[in-house]
């Protein structure tokens, strides 16, 4: 009768889950009819003396029983013989199909409980490996038994946002208003000139003497980073007379300086050889005509002036000649 059950090409009574393992009986046998009985496997093949066992690859680790029964030639029923097979059930873990920003790096770590070694796509044995390209990356671990896992991942890669605020530009005209702004929506925005900064999704610029140089910096959903910068210049030139004839013949009768205008803030301030101040005009809402507060007509003479933009920059100064 049966003596035992013996695992093929095994010394222990040790299967990995996921594998396929046969198992039979000892002795000679003859003609005798055998019943088996699986907990936690699947009999594939049945060889009457021996079965071919599935573990499945999803059974936990622990112990499972075979069972064997033997019927002699002559009809007679021997007592069932059960062994203990062990089932190793090793495991592993990466972090589902992450993705970067061009340019990044991705940390994979494997998580496991019964590892004693791991092995990389590029033969690396570490616990952890570095990734910067999209594809697919797996690790495969074994423990004690020699058993084995393995766990995938596909790591995306995404392109950082091309932005172009287009080149470098210029405004040229009282009243004009430049729109910086760009055709793709993204998750945020960040617009910044020296210590300020702006997060709407555009910016709406006017007449500046000073050569603005804007950064813009977006974000899109996936957290990926662009980046573009713009200089916007004031195109138009302070043209400051040096004389003018205020004698009512209709021709440079006013001390006109072409641009003024697009300061709003801008103080105009006139003084004769005294220091007194004859004129003054904040926003240059109207240019001297040579005369002062009161209305009465200067002389001729050179005054000093001091046009102040009130905008951070120097204040410009020089002289003026009156003639008549």
């Not at 004389?243 to 300086?257: H, K, L, V």
């Not at 200067?298 to 100064?317: A, F, H, Q, R, T």
Request: contains cysteine.
């Amino acid at each position: 009768m049966v003596s035992g059950v013996y695992a093929q090409a095994q010394d222990v009574p040790v299967a990995c889950a996921g594998s396929i393992v046969r198992y039979g009986v000892y002795g000679d046998n003859g003609n005798s009819v055998f019943q088996w009985e699986v907990t936690g496997g699947q009999i594939l093949n049945n060889y009457n003396d021996s079965v071919e066992v599935l573990w499945p690859s999803t059974m936990s680790a622990g112990a499972q029983t075979i069972t064997v029964t033997e019927t002699n030639l002559i009809g007679c029923l021997g007592n069932p013989y059960s062994t203990i097979v062990i089932i190793s059930a090793p495991d592993v873990d990466i972090q589902d199909d992450p993705y970067i920003c061009e340019g990044s790096t991705f940390e994979f770590y494997a998580s496991s409980s019964t590892a004693i070694n791991y092995l990389w796509p590029d033969n690396s044995t570490g616990t952890t490996f570095i990734a910067s390209s999209t594809g697919e990356y797996w690790v495969r671990i074994q423990d004690n038994n020699g058993c084995r896992a393995t766990d995938t991942s596909f790591l995306t890669v995404h392109q950082n946002p091309i932005i172009d605020l287009g080149n470098d530009t210029s405004i040229c005209e009282a009243g004009e208003i430049l729109v910086l702004e760009l055709d793709t929506l993204y998750s945020s925005y960040l617009w910044t000139l020296g210590d300020e900064f702006w997060t709407t999704s555009y910016l709406n610029l006017d007449v500046s003497s000073e050569q603005r140089k804007f950064y813009l910096e977006v974000e899109d959903q996936w957290g990926c980073i662009g980046y573009d910068t713009i200089t916007v210049s004031f195109c138009g030139e302070f043209l400051i007379p040096n004389a003018f004839t205020p004698n009512g013949d209709g021709s440079n009768d006013e001390w006109r300086i072409d641009n003024l205008a697009f300061f709003p803030e801008v103080s105009v301030d006139i003084y004769d050889r005294r220091g007194e101040r004859v004129f003054h005009s904040k926003g240059y809402e109207k240019a001297w005509d040579g005369t002062d507060s009161n209305g009465r007509k200067m002389p001729m003479d050179s005054y000093y002036y001091v046009i102040d933009l009130n905008n951070g920059e120097k204040p410009i100064v020089g002289t003026v000649t009156l003639l008549r």
